[in-house]
C-alpha cells in the first residue's frame, strides 16, 4: 500500500513537473527562441544590405552614369512587385508595428505574415542595389515583430484563445524590440523604444519577458559580430567649451526645423507636390516611382555618390575626421530621402536620419569653429533624428550607445528635447500619423 501511494504521489509529482515546465516554456522559452532567431536574421538581413550596397559603389565607381538608367529600373521594379505581392511591407515599417499593437487583430494579422517579412528583406535589398536613401534599422524592427508575432503558432489553440490579442501583441512587441536592438548593438535602446515609440506605456507584466528578449537577440549579434559601437567611439576630452550651451541650444532649433519640415513634406504631398506629379502618383504609380529613382541618381550623381545608401559611411567618416562634405550634403540627403520613400519602396528613416544631423552638425563647424567636429555631428545626429521620430529619450539613447558618448549625456539629451519640440510646430509624430493610415491594409497615400 505505501509503494502504490509512493508510486502515486511520484506520478502526480511528475505531472505537476510536466505541466510547470511547458508553462514557463509557453511563457518564456518561445519568446527567448524567437529572440534568437530575430537576432540571426538581424545579422543575416545586415550584410546582405551591406553586401548589396557594397555592389552598387563597386558598379557606379566604374561607371558614374550608370545610376541614371539603374536607379529608375530598380524603383520602377520594387513599386510594382511591392503593390503586386507584398501591400504592407512599403515604408520603414515602424508605423506597420505600431498599427498592430494598437489596432483590431486583423490589423495585426495582415500586417506581420512571413510573407511581408519576406518582402521586406527582399525589396530592400533590391533598393539598396539600387542606392536608395534607405536604411535596415525600420525594416528590421518590422522583421522582428513578424517573426515573433508568428511564433504563436507554438501556443496550443486553447492556450490561444485564453491570451488572445494581448499575446500576440506581447510577442510583436518583444519581436520589434529585439530587432532594433540587434540592429543597433544597443539594448537599452530596445527597451526604451518599447516604451516610448510602440506602446507609450510599460506593465510589468511584459517588462521581464521583453527585457529578456533583448538581450537573447543582442547575444546572438554580439557573438556573431563581435563587440562593437555602431559608429565607433568618440573622445570628447573632459573639458566642454564655453559655447557648448549655445551649440545646443542652436542645434537643437536647427535640426527641429529640418526634421519638422521633412516630416510635414511626408505627410502632406497634397499639399506641395504638384497635380500632374501627385495624379501620376496616384494614377500610375511605377511610372511615379521610376521618376522618383531618377531623382534619387541625379542627386547622387550631383553630390559625388554622398546621397546614395544609408548614409553610414558619411557619418561615421565625419566621426573620424575622415571625410570632407558640402554644406549643401543635408539638403540633398534630405530630398534623396524625400525620393525614397514616396515610391512606397520599403526602406527605413534612421539611418538616413543621422546621417542629415551629421551633415547638420558638419555645417555648424563653420560657425562653432573652437568646438571638437564629433562633439558638433554627435549633437546634429541627436537632433535630426529626435525630430523626425519625436521620441528624444530614444533617439540620444540610440546615440549614446552607438557613438559611446556617454560624456555628452546631458547635452546630447537636451538638443534632443529641443528638437523634438519645435519638430512639432511643423507636423504630428511621424511613425503615429503614418499608423494611422493602416486601418485596413493598403499602400498608405501620403
Known sequence: ????????TGGVTGRFALLRARRLWLHYGVFWLGAVAVGLVAVAYARLIDFGYAEFVEYTTRYRWLPLLLTPAVSATCVWITLKFFRGAEGSGIPQVIAALHGPAEVAAGLLTIRILVGKILLSFIAILGGFTIG??????HVGAALMYNLRVFYPKRFQAMRGATLEKRLALAGAAAGLSAAFNAPLAGVVFAIEELTRSFSQRTSGVLITAIIFAGVVALSIQGNYTYFGTIDVGGHFPDLLALAVVLIGILTGIAGGVFCWLLLNTKRWMPERVRLLREQRPVAFGALCGLVIAVIGIASSGHTFGSGYLEARNLLEGHAQLTVLYPVFKMASMIGSYLPGVPGGLFAPSLAIGAGIGN????????????????LGMVGYLAAVTQSPITSFVIVIEMINGHALVISLMATALIASQVSRFFAPPLYEALSARYDVVKRPEA
Do not use: K, S
Open 1 to 8: 500500500m505505501i509503494n502504490n501511494l509512493r508510486r502515486a
Open 136 to 141: 535596415r534599422e525600420g525594416p528590421t524592427i
Open 363 to 378: 555645417v555648424l563647424h563653420l560657425v562653432f569653429g573652437q568646438m571638437q567636429l564629433p562633439m558638433l555631428i554627435a
